[in-house]
């Protein structure tokens, strides 16, 4: 083979196992340039989403170029959505399911995520999360994961696996081999799994056996350092965790994709190339790239990065044709589950079903609800992590306005009240008088700015109605708890729903009876 042929040959083995994101609603001329040339496989944002049938008709001008091309999405529902990102999704996320334990309904939301997806060209999901949230402190998984206990996350795992496939979408479980129990945000930095292989197999691994079980063919790795079994790299550049222990001792012989490799964890050390580079090397077959990075330079710079690691001996050829021919198989078969698969009896309105089962009731608010006239809300608005879209609307008072005309609200950041730019006098209490009082927090118990406010609040009203829309902490003394286990649309219309009476009883408990229902089975500093 000439030098230029293997050039050429290299260059469209690079662009295979590439999974890169794009600007815009429409195909860019590069993308579709790089398809022709060899790219097997893109990822679509919340930028490149406007309606369902913009994204029809853009996965559609993408698949005339290969009809076989991977459109994959980061669309887990709940708090983290790419397709509902300027409305909120219409579907509770996994901690809500999670809380109802009905792997039935798991399934069926799953499923009906799936007949939307599929519809709009979508063929690979990096969903679910896997992730057993046993740290309350994890800054980055939280409501993402189904609950804090391995046989729970594991069932439901399994459920939402079967009914986004039973739709015809590929999914992808993540983050491998558990992220759950980090105190630190691998957007950022590089957290740490501290746990020996022992515990690992008990409390981490085995939703990711579940899934394998399920039927997965795509596993995401997590940006993770996991001394247990490799003390310098973390998992998505450690052949230890990637080939030593999901591909030998999980026996998964499927696709193993990157979580977004221009993530702090990974690029702080090594830089985007030389992550890209050691991630290939390591085992992943499909590098996750353009969240952050979409420009088609950042394509090009990967696509060199991974032809002169083959040249200077860091990567070798063989590794890199595996990984394509990899692709290649995976491509095959979710394009055969797209077409082969018939969409499932839909389940009407599902999301809300699901998110108002979610719903449990603490402290007074048996006594509090509904209300019989418009409240004030206050919504305290933390600063979300980067898988959480910061344009996704999320609350309460919205759909409350719609149910209880006269309903004023306040939205309030932690800045604003250190810089005294607000008071809670000026934006709660005295708005209020007179009137009821409902208080919206999202993950309260970690953010001390937070429950400080709530506190404050509910000293001051007693007969406040808090409104916790994350994962339940310490409850505020006395007041009427509601607990949506998300921040969805439709946990926020669940929400609406109750302080409005609009539909019938919850299924309610009170002080510690009400923490241990939220979360099954109880979680570390709930109340």
Request: aromatic share 4%.
């Amino acid at each position: 083979m000439s030098a230029k042929k293997h050039s050429s040959e290299l260059r469209r083995l690079a662009l295979s196992v590439l999974q890169p994101g794009f600007v815009g609603t429409e195909a860019p001329d590069w993308i579709l340039r790089e398809i022709g040339d060899g790219l097997a496989s893109v990822v679509l944002f919340s930028r490149n989403i406007a309606s369902p049938d913009q994204v029809a008709r853009l996965t559609a001008r993408l698949r005339a170029e290969n009809p076989e091309l991977v459109v994959a999405i980061d669309e887990e529902a709940g708090d983290v959505t790419r397709m509902e990102w300027a409305t909120g999704s219409t579907r509770p996320g996994n901690f809500a399911l999670g809380t109802v334990d009905d792997p039935e309904l798991t399934e069926a939301v799953a499923a009906d995520l799936g007949r939307q997806l599929r519809s709009a060209g979508v063929s690979l999901d990096y969903a679910p999360s896997a992730d057993v949230n046993s740290n309350p402190d994890n800054p980055v998984i939280g409501v993402r994961s189904f609950g804090a206990f391995p046989e729970l996350v594991s069932r439901h795992t399994a459920g939402w696996i079967r009914g986004l496939q039973s739709s015809g979408v590929a999914a992808c479980v993540k983050h491998f081999p558990g992220h759950g129990d980090v105190a630190a945000d691998s957007h950022h930095e590089l957290p740490t799994y501290g746990a020996d292989a022992a515990e690992i197999a008990a409390q981490a691994l085995p939703p990711f056996r579940a899934a394998l079980q399920a039927g997965v063919r795509a596993v995401m790795s997590g940006h993770l350092l996991v001394p247990a079994y490799d003390s310098e790299l973390p998992a998505t550049l450690s052949r230890p965790v990637l080939e030593g222990l999901l591909r030998q001792e999980l026996g998964f012989d499927g696709l193993i994709v990157s979580d977004a490799i221009e993530m702090g964890a990974v690029t702080r050390r090594h830089g985007i190339e030389g992550a890209t580079v050691r991630a290939v090397a390591a085992g992943v077959d499909a590098i996750c790239v353009g969240g952050e990075s979409a420009e088609e330079a950042t394509v090009g710079q990967l696509v060199d990065a991974l032809a002169g690691a083959v040249a200077d001996g860091g990567l070798s050829e063989e590794r890199l044709a595996e990984a394509a021919a990899r692709v290649a198989e995976f491509a095959d078969w979710s394009a055969r589950l797209r077409a082969d698969r018939s969409a499932p009896g839909m389940v009407e309105d599902i999301g809300h079903v699901a998110a108002r089962r979610a719903v449990r009731l603490g402290g007074a608010a048996g006594e509090s609800l509904p209300l019989r006239t418009a409240p004030h809300v206050v919504e305290l608005v933390p600063v979300t992590n980067m898988a959480v879209g910061k344009q996704t609307p999320w609350g309460v008072a919205a759909p409350l306005q719609e149910r209880l005309p006269g309903t004023t609200s306040a939205r309030v950041r932690g800045d604003e009240l250190r810089e005294r730019a607000v008071t809670l006098e000026d934006c709660a209490l005295a708005p209020a008088a007179g009137r009821p009082l409902v208080v919206v927090v999202r993950d309260a118990s970690r953010h001390a700015w937070m429950s400080r406010a709530a506190a404050a609040l509910t000293a001051a009203r007693p007969d406040a109605i808090v409104v916790e829309m994350g994962l339940p902490g310490a409850a505020s003394e006395g007041a009427a708890q509601i607990y949506t286990h998300g921040a969805s649309a439709a946990s926020g219309v669940a929400a609406a729903e109750v302080l409005a009476g609009d539909r019938g009883p919850v299924a309610g408990r009170t002080g510690e009876a009400a923490a241990r229902a939220a979360v099954p089975g109880g979680v570390p500093g709930a109340a």
